[in-house]
């Protein structure tokens, strides 16, 4: 602060501005770090699932079927590493058997 402001201001009162605006800083810092954590999230999901839908056409190309709604055959076949495969929002990814694509269930509106 200038010393201008010093001389109206009580220190009292000084300190309760510097400390408002620290707080301030701190929760634009938090509000804007969660928003870009949400879309590296959103990132990470879109790559899963098309990584994911590849095996499943890989599935249907070997075995002539689809697998299971929760995508365990795609680990019996040698295909992935886990028997499920979990959100970045929680849950896990599930097969849309009508559509023969991978989707998240759990994705925040």
């Not at 201001?9 to 309760?16: A, F, G």
């Not at 990470?44 to 075995?63: G, H, R, S």
């Amino acid at each position: 602060m200038s010393a201008t402001w010093k001389r109206f201001l009580k220190p009292s009162s000084v300190r309760v501005v510097r400390s408002s605006l620290v707080l301030f800083a701190i929760a634009a810092n938090l509000w804007i770090g969660s928003n870009a954590y949400e879309g590296f999230q959103r990132q990470a999901d879109e790559k899963k699932i098309a990584e994911l839908n590849q095996k499943v056409w890989i599935y249907q190309q070997k075995v002539g079927a689809l697998p299971d709604l929760n995508l365990i055959g795609l680990y019996d076949r040698g295909l992935t590493n886990h028997r499920l495969h979990p959100t970045p929002f929680g849950g896990y990814y599930r097969l849309n058997s009508t559509h023969a694509v991978v989707y998240n269930p759990n994705l925040p509106r």
